[in-house]
């Protein structure tokens, strides 16, 4: 049976000592009263909540998966998650970060991804129905209409109403320009909405007394291609005049999607056939109100990656620390046992490592990223709010897709210190590579992420938002560049700092002649960006745990962290060289291949 404990060192760590968040947020006038005591104490409730209601029932909600009543169309999620909602509800965690104006309790976006950081490491499909419901508040609170913040927001704050995202059709994913559900105006202002959706994340469940689904479709006279998508509130139950839930919907769940993890998400097959909605925001106009809630889902699938990396790593750890098998190479270390522990073993080593060093990266860039959100939403200075929103964007494809790609091979590894105890249910291990492989599928592939970063962040606008990340790395590398005892992580992250801007101007004039150039190098380039990042984060932390062993503070955390920089820099680091020569390789050898892919 896996286990969980909440890593409340590391994130205090990050929040406190590696960006000084409480500082940043108190130059933001609602945050005026953030301190770091009310933080530590809001993060160590949920994660007793996460390790303690959560955890115990993921193992058996996968093994449970969710039911659908096909003559009801209705479904039942694993036994007690629909109790473990009711928790959530009645301490006030869906409310964490909303809008006070709408029961909210106005907390900043840091709080809340660090929260969400250990429900995902607990339980990724049951965090999915409360993290879908929260992207619809945001989209509806930065789109929605008076009337309808009225009628919804409070519902969804307070966690009474749930919500979802409904993007995907059988014959169109990722080109949403394709899609083929029809809205039908009525007279009293309302739309008729008939069409199919698929992999409808907590589409349907018996949660809650209604769902707030957001569906995208077509108007009558709309042009084609993206720019002919509007945005729908479609309730899974139309509301009364006093804002009750009433007559039942035409959107109903007419399938369960049979899945290689998650399973304790209800992934839906929705029916659309003239269901009532109203429409969010101006006609045609419905992909620009949708990106808030997918651009939050990004992020928001970067820390569904980072919370099973590092759930997976702390039993990866317990194992191999506990199992016996074989002796060191370099002679017996448990000379009263009959074998040694696999962690003394150079290999084991380092996929624990690896993994270790997957989730303190990824917690360093999403609690960064978070954030640069807040400043980018509340900050009073418009400067600091535009430069705060560009970062963001810049990093939101990097979060996205270079988080689930480590997480992936994170958990892989951590599932392989297993052995053949790895690959049974019981353990978990096999469970948190299961529920970490969608991560790189949905919310827009990480090859689409690849794209969006560097044909759209960088290529676009001449690289301008790429040399405000810069500048920060800059003036690290200033900073640090004379301190000897800092060389062995300055000293990388400069050389890729001046290799990553040639890199990125060579494949920008490749790219000017021949644009398959850019689809050729991005995945290998966005990985490069993550490694130049994540190297960025690792000195800065470097650099705090070196000041703190300077001033004689004893505590082994700070050593710990130089050691997994210093194996980030030593053995993940490098891969960034490999990844440019083959960016550079071109686009030839891959669009030249008739022959090979007749």
Same mark, same amino acid.
Request: hydrophobic share 40%; aromatic share 8%.
């Given at each position: ?68 009543? @096909? ?168 509301? @009364? ?106 290999? !084991? ?16 860039? =999403? ?80 090859? !689409? ?7 759209? @962040?960088?290529?676009?606008?001449? $690289? ?8 920060? +790395? ?27 801007? @040639?890199?990125?101007?060579? +494949? ?21 960006? $993550?490694?130049? !990042? ?19 503070? =004893?505590?082994?955390?700070?050593? =710990? ?19 440019? +020569? ?17």
């Amino acid at each position: 049976m896996p286990s969980y404990t909440p890593p409340l060192r590391d994130m205090q760590f990050v929040l406190h000592e590696l960006l000084g968040a409480v500082d940043q947020l108190k130059a933001i006038p609602r945050y005026a009263d953030v301190d770091a005591e009310t933080m530590d104490a809001v993060l160590e409730e949920a994660g007793k909540f996460a390790a303690g209601v959560l955890h115990p029932i993921n193992l058996s909600g996968d093994a449970e998966g969710c039911t659908l009543d @096909k003559t009801h169309h209705t479904v039942t999620a694993p036994k007690g998650f629909k109790e473990a909602y009711q928790q959530y509800v009645e301490g006030g965690w869906p409310a964490l970060s909303c809008d006070p104006q709408y029961g909210g309790q106005g907390q900043p976006m840091v709080m809340n991804t660090c929260v969400f950081e250990m429900l995902n490491s607990a339980n990724q499909a049951w965090t999915m129905y409360t993290g879908l419901a929260h992207g619809a508040y945001a989209a509806l609170h930065a789109h929605g209409s008076d009337m309808q913040k009225k009628l919804y927001l409070p519902k969804l704050v307070s966690g009474e109403w749930t919500g979802t995202m409904c993007l995907t059709e059988p014959h169109c994913g990722t080109d949403l320009g394709l899609l083929r559900t029809k809205a039908e105006p009525q007279a009293d202002g309302t739309y008729k909405i008939t069409g199919s959706k698929i992999f409808i994340s907590a589409g349907e469940h018996d949660f809650a007394p209604n769902i707030v689904h957001l569906v995208l479709a077509r108007l009558p006279d709309a042009p084609k291609g993206s720019k002919g998508i509007s945005l729908f509130i479609v309730p899974k139950f139309k509301l @009364k005049a006093d804002g009750s839930p009433g007559e039942r919907n035409p959107i109903v769940c007419t399938g369960i999607e049979h899945k290689m993890g998650i399973h304790g998400n209800a992934t839906c097959q929705l029916s659309l056939d003239g269901a009532e909605g109203t429409l969010v925001g101006e006609p045609n106009k419905g992909l620009m109100a949708m990106f808030v809630m997918m651009n939050g889902a990004r992020l928001g699938v970067g820390n569904q990656s980072l919370g099973l990396t590092e759930v997976a790593y702390q039993n990866a750890l317990a194992y191999a620390k506990d199992r016996l098998q074989m002796r060191s190479l370099s002679g017996p270390k448990a000379k009263d046992k009959p074998a040694d522990p696999i962690i003394v073993h150079p290999d !084991v080593r380092k996929m624990l490592l690896t993994a270790k060093a997957y989730a303190e990266g990824g917690r360093a860039l =999403a609690t960064w990223c978070a954030l640069l959100l807040d400043q980018a939403e509340h900050h009073p200075d418009q400067k600091t709010r535009q430069d705060a929103d560009d970062m963001v964007a810049l990093l939101t494809p990097i979060v996205k897709a270079f988080l689930t790609d480590n997480g992936f091979t994170a958990t892989n590894t951590c599932m392989q210190v297993f052995g053949g105890h790895g690959y049974i249910h019981e353990t978990g291990a096999e469970q948190f590579v299961r529920d970490a492989r969608i991560n790189m599928i949905y919310e827009g592939t990480n090859t !689409v992420q690849a794209l969006d970063l560097l044909g759209r @962040k960088v290529l676009l606008n001449q $690289g301008a938002t790429l040399k405000k990340v810069g500048a920060q +790395i800059e003036a690290l590398i200033r900073a640090e560049g004379v301190n000897e005892s800092m060389a062995e992580f300055i000293n990388p992250l400069a050389g890729l700092a001046d290799k990553f801007t @040639k890199f990125t101007t060579e +494949i920008g004039f490749k790219g000017m002649t021949n644009p398959d150039e850019v689809g050729a190098a991005a995945t290998d380039f966005l990985r490069v960006a $993550g490694h130049l !990042v994540f190297g960025y984060l690792f000195a800065r932390m470097a650099s705090v745990a070196l000041k703190q062993i300077a001033a004689g503070n =004893a505590d082994p955390f700070y050593a =710990a962290k130089l050691q997994t920089a210093r194996f980030y820099f030593a053995r993940l680091f490098p891969e960034t060289a490999t990844l440019m +020569i083959t960016a550079r390789a071109g686009a030839a050898n891959l669009l030249d291949t008739e022959a090979a892919l007749a």
